[in-house]
T-cell receptor, first 112, second 116 residues
């Protein structure tokens, strides 16, 4: 049973488009929501993270939108570039151990 | 991340063989983790260690064991490999003394394991 559900599984956009990746969770014990970016042949790396008391967070071209009542959050990439082509994982953190629970991943392709 | 290294990077083995994957880090972090990545399933936690004497099972520990030889080294073993353990394996580290509460994890480059 996946605690963090992520969609879509894959996404193709043209350069300059705004891909949106969505995640949903059930466990209200989750208290922090990071996104990780993974390039082929590499390990994931932290991209951006948000606390549930904030509705939006921007870092450069990357924005997280968070809807606590709906238990959903999403990643938007403004003015997407071919270099953004990667797999994106949403995640959620809970407990004193600060364990990460990952979504299933979205493979993003940005066409030139 | 060059601060977290994994060996080997690729391994092909046969069913029933014992195999060890190794992870070393120079980040000075106390916490280390082993994940496996499967298409459509994301990353799932196998084991984690908060220090040399503290090792904990993750979501999918059956069929795996670990050893924390030192603060900087954390090994994952498959005692008797089976084909459904074919996956991409990642080691990660984190620093619990950091001020952020999102426990940023730093991943190695991964080991691609194929069990025939």
């Amino acid at each position: 049973q996946q605690q963090v559900k992520q969609s879509p599984q894959s996404l193709i956009v043209q350069k300059g488009g705004i891909p949106i990746i969505n995640c949903a969770y059930e466990n209200t014990a989750f208290d922090y929501f990071p996104w990780y970016q993974q390039f082929p042949g590499k390990g994931p790396a932290l991209l951006i993270a948000i606390r549930p008391d904030v509705s939006e967070k921007k870092e450069g071209r990357f924005t997280i939108s968070f809807n606590k009542s709906a238990k959903q959050f999403s990643l938007h990439i403004m003015d997407s570039q071919p270099g953004d082509s990667a797999t994106y994982f949403c995640a959620a953190i809970s407990g004193s151990a600060r364990q990460l629970t990952f979504g299933s991943g979205t493979q993003l392709t940005v066409l030139p | 991340d060059a601060d977290v290294t994994q060996t080997p990077r690729n391994r092909i083995t046969k069913t029933g063989k014992r195999i060890m994957l190794e992870c070393s880090q120079t980040k000075g972090h106390d916490r280390m983790y082993w994940y496996r990545q499967d298409p459509g399933l994301g990353l799932r936690l196998i084991y984690y260690s908060f220090d040399v004497k503290d090792i904990n099972k993750g979501e999918i520990s059956d069929g795996y064991s670990v050893s924390r030889q030192a603060q900087a080294k954390f090994s994952l073993s498959l005692e008797s490999a089976i084909p459904n353990q074919t996956a991409l394996y990642f080691c990660a580290t984190s620093d619990p003394t950091g001020s952020d509460s999102y426990n940023e994890q730093f991943f190695g480059p991964g080991t691609r394991l194929t069990v025939l």
